[in-house]
């Protein structure tokens, strides 16, 4: 994971966890098998493939005895981007989904919490080809939702430019383009998550289940997603693929919630530098809850 194979410019913070001697597993989410297509951004399936992973970790003989993949050892939870979404949902999952994990704390950065906003920002720009890969990443988790049926020969194409593309070849085929493009009818965003699926449940409805900070509250409150540890959320000052407001608002969320939460936006980067303007930070958030040091947060 360290060596830098296509499109993986985190290698050097991988590189600086298994530098602290910490035990390393990381997950490329759901849908990285022959024959699937990723769930990009979908929290709640992303989000529980975090957790799945700290799981499959320890099923791994350790060659140390008692080492770091003990059972009972302290998590930490990090990611950026659409991992930033992922880590974030394994967050708010974790009490739920993986109460047996002994999970420390949560740094998140770039996240799109609210992917309507994310999407009607990307919608025509230079990085439309996100908004691309969600969309396909939808239709294949939602199969039974209002989608072939819609698609003009623009659509059908681009769906098989989604899959076949990584990162840098998707931006370059999608710079530009707008959703309306793809649709028999030129339908807008709001006219798809408008479209009913047979059980009733509307396109919007499933996107607006994904948005974090949602229900949340603390050990002791009555919310769905229960938050125990301390979250770091940040992103870069110069920001131009994630708008600011839902970064902002999902930092506010957590605030309002009562989650412990430390925010930094100062970071004089823009999107995918700041995964590397964050990363010492990042390293000594988790290093100190690892280590039992008090988490003051900033709200």
């Known amino acids: 994971m360290t060596t830098g194979f296509n499109d993986q410019y985190e290698a050097p913070n991988l590189s600086g966890f298994l530098n602290k001697g910490w035990a390393l597993a990381a997950t490329d989410g759901v849908g990285y098998l022959d024959g699937q297509t990723h769930f990009y951004v979908n929290g709640q399936a992303n989000g529980r493939a975090a957790l799945d992973v700290v799981r499959a970790a320890r099923r791994i003989p350790d060659p140390v005895p008692g080492g770091a993949l003990g059972g009972?050892?302290?998590v930490g939870i990090t990611g950026y981007s659409?991992?930033?979404n992922s880590s974030l949902w394994?967050?708010?999952l974790?009490?739920?989904?993986?109460?047996e994990l002994k999970v420390a704390g949560v740094a998140s950065g770039g996240v799109p919490g609210d992917l309507k906003t994310v999407?009607?920002?990307l919608n025509g720009g230079p990085f439309a080809g996100f908004m691309a890969d969600a969309v396909v990443g939808f239709h294949f988790q939602y199969p039974?939702?209002?989608?072939d049926e819609?698609?003009?020969?623009?659509g059908r194409k681009a769906i098989k430019d989604v899959q076949t593309n990584c990162l840098f070849g998707t931006l370059a085929v999608f710079a530009g383009q707008r959703m309306e493009n793809f649709s028999k009818d030129k339908l807008t965003l709001d006219q798809i998550y408008a479209l009913k699926g047979p059980d009733g449940a509307t396109w919007g409805q499933i996107v607006d289940g994904?948005?974090?900070g949602v229900d949340i509250g603390a050990p002791s409150s009555n919310a769905k997603y229960k938050i125990g540890f301390p979250v770091f959320q940040y992103r870069g000052y110069f920001e131009e693929i994630i708008p600011h407001e839902t970064e902002d608002g999902t930092r506010a969320a957590y605030c309002k919630a009562g989650i412990n939460t430390t925010w930094n936006n100062t970071y004089p980067t823009e999107h995918a530098t700041t995964l590397w303007g964050a990363s010492g930070d990042v390293m000594n958030f988790l290093d100190d809850r690892f280590h039992d040091k008090p988490a003051k947060g900033n709200c």
């Not at 039974?144 to 989608?147: A, K, S, T």
């Open 150 to 154: 819609l698609m003009n020969d623009t």
């Open 72 to 74: 009972d050892g302290k």
């Open 210 to 212: 994904l948005k974090l």
């Open 82 to 84: 659409e991992g930033g």
């Open 119 to 121: 999407a009607k920002f």
């Open 144 to 147: 039974e939702m209002p989608f």
């Open 90 to 92: 394994a967050a708010q």
């Open 94 to 99: 974790a009490a739920s989904y993986a109460p």
